[in-house]
């Protein structure tokens, strides 16, 4: 048997002999030729003079052929090679890229596409003798179907003075994509695990910190064993410099107490791997989670109940203020708990609509409705009449069906517009970002959907405590100055404040639609208005008339094609490329706005527009960019996703130092801008 493998060994010398003489300054194998792949050994030095050497295994795949990472996931499984009959060869280790995640006949994978090298650190024998690679290769790619492959690879590498082939940049290419592993050279700078195991499950908690913030990163984890891929939300931190995760798996995907875990995180700027090892803890992670589940409670009833206190659902409690001094003593609790209810369903209702339409892979964002025309149509109407009902001019006649229902008030329909006061008083709310609001939908928006729906059930609950107080407490009432002539002159007030809010919404329209429309959106609602009574049940020209305003904004003679550009100073986004600025050594201020979002306008005439601002701004040589979001524009959607940012103001100083910028506050103020303008002098 000796003299056979003697003589084997001898015959595969010649033919790699006869292989190398043949290759000039490119040292590689032949392809293993499958019917949808290829392999090959491709060899960075043409001799090789250390104890050590780098060579690469290459794959080229047909168009969408795909092949798997050494923790493959729910399908498929991991190349593996063998060397025994290789000469000078000691050890063989495979050095694997990050991989990407794709879906195979339903299965969730992890792996790679296309072409792609792994590059092999080979440790000899003895550097001064000639290595002769006689490699074995298992692997499996897959597309719609699933092809094992088996290739034998013969490659020899002279002993002596190195010197490059052009395989070499290849080589160094493969290289710069396998994961870091020095915090020095990445801007991870810490990775934090801990774990939890109880009868069922056993869970990994991942904290990872860095110096540059978090754009949508993908995690994998390998252990010894293999791991499945599972669904894990990631919570962000308000910079989005820090991020903490859950992995959990069944109980008994855990084979050992005892083992180290690889643990890669890659993203625009993170591309790091670090092995940790990992020590099982018998303990739950209920009371983890908990905490964390009534953080996030805590800033959504915050969130919810700062709400009241911004212009935009002001209106809407102006009317809700006068129904107090009309209702009898005994209905106040009812007609408050009524507005509560409309409150928390909307929020509900809205929380719903929202992740229903993540789910389908849709842009969302905070106040997105407002960036719908025809929704746009309906709040002003709906605003206008409520202001000629101040002014006196009419009454709104509901349905008799809705009057025949028993928790209804069949005079006056009352409670029924007590639960609709809540319903417009949550739409009135969704164009501010009062603090905490953003914090609050995002932490809705990245975790599970079950922590979604209690986010907004929580905001709406915040947002309803006034009138649940006050329910609780009727007596608050008596606080309240007895009803008088008085209630008439604060009554014509209230009105002259829902005109400014119709005013603010005739100005939001006219970005969709020209001054024409605009004068026949007034005759109509004055035609409404005029009729002193609305009666959706008997009322045909009622119906007509809003028939004739949805139809007639449908027509392109209408619509505003006209852009203006009145924005002195400003760079429009949609005109620069931010990157290219920062390149060329420019400190960037970016403010993303819309005419809709009050907490925008709020920011621009206290802060971004006050002298010391644009001094400020001047002597640093900021340059100003802003981007209007008031119409739908995806350019936008696409820049907040990667901060995981779903609403507006979004503001944020970028530079050199700072390429992935600075976040700031909803609420701007001036000492916040002076002192981050400080921080990026001062790097």
Known sequence: MNILHKISNLLTYIILLCIVTTQGNTISSDWSVSETSKLRLVSPYSQNDSKNILIGLEYQMESGWKTYWKSPGDGGFAQTISWDNSTNVKNINILWPTPIEFEILGLTSLGYQNDVIFPLEIELDDKSKNTILNLHVNFLICKEVCIPGDATLFLEIPSGEKKLTDNYFNLEKALSLLPEEDFNSSYIKKINLKTFSDDKRSTFQLQFNSDRVFYNPKIFLHSPFGLPIVKNSISYSNDNKRITTDFNFDKDLILEKKFPLEIIIKDKNHNFKQVLDVQMQNQSINLETNRNYFYYILISLIAGLILNVMPC???????????????????????????????????????????????????????????????????????????????????????????????????????????????????????????????????????????????????????????????????????????????????????????????????????????????????????????????????????????????????????????????????????????????????????????????????????????????????????????????????????????????????????????????????????????????????
């Open 313 to 683: 659902v002001f209106p809407v409690l102006s009317i809700k203020l006068m129904s107090v001094f009309s209702s009898e003593k005994n209905n106040i609790s009812i007609s408050f708990i009524t507005t509560a209810l409309g409150i928390i369903t909307s929020f509900v209702l809205l929380g719903l609509i929202f992740l229903f339409l993540q789910y389908f892979n849709m842009s969302i964002a905070w106040g997105m409705q407002f960036q719908n025309p025809y929704f746009l149509i309906f709040i002003t109407l709906v605003i206008f009449l409520f202001m000629m009902n101040m002014f006196g001019q009419f009454e709104i006649i509901l349905p008799s069906q809705l009057n025949n229902l028993s928790f209804l008030d069949n005079s006056n329909n009352k409670y029924l517009k007590d639960f609709f006061n809540g319903f417009f008083a949550t739409l009135m709310a969704t164009p501010c970002s009062a603090p905490f609001v953003g914090t609050a939908i995002t932490a809705a928006f990245t975790q599970s959907y079950a922590i979604g729906i209690s986010i907004f059930l929580f905001m709406g609950i915040g947002m309803s405590l006034p009138y649940l107080l006050i329910a609780s407490f009727p007596k608050l009432i008596k606080f309240l100055p007895k009803p008088g002539k008085w209630m008439v002159h604060v009554k014509y007030i209230l009105g002259l404040l829902l005109l400014a809010t119709v005013l603010w919404l005739l100005n939001i329209l006219s970005n969709f639609f020209n001054t024409y429309f605009l004068i026949l959106l007034i005759i109509f609602f004055l035609v409404l208005s005029y009729r002193q009574k609305i009666s959706f049940q008997k009322n045909a020209i009622t119906i007509l008339v809003l028939f004739s305003i949805f139809s007639l904004s449908s027509f392109k003679v209408f619509q505003q094609n006209i852009i203006i550009d009145n924005e002195k100073d400003w760079l429009n986004f949609f005109d620069v490329e931010v990157d290219k600025l920062i390149n060329n050594k420019q400190l960037v201020f970016l403010d993303i706005t819309a005419d809709w979002c009050a907490t925008c306008q709020f920011n621009k005439l206290n802060v971004l527009n006050s002298n010391k601002i644009i001094q400020l701004f001047k002597d640093n040589k900021v340059t100003l960019v802003r981007a209007d979001w008031t119409r739908p524009n995806r350019k936008i959607n696409i820049f907040l996703e990667k901060y995981d940012r779903f609403g507006i103001p979004f503001n944020a100083f970028f530079s050199s130092n700072f390429p992935d910028g600075i976040l700031l506050s909803e609420l701007l103020s001036e000492k916040e801008i002076v002192n981050i303008i400080n921080k990026i002098n001062n790097e």
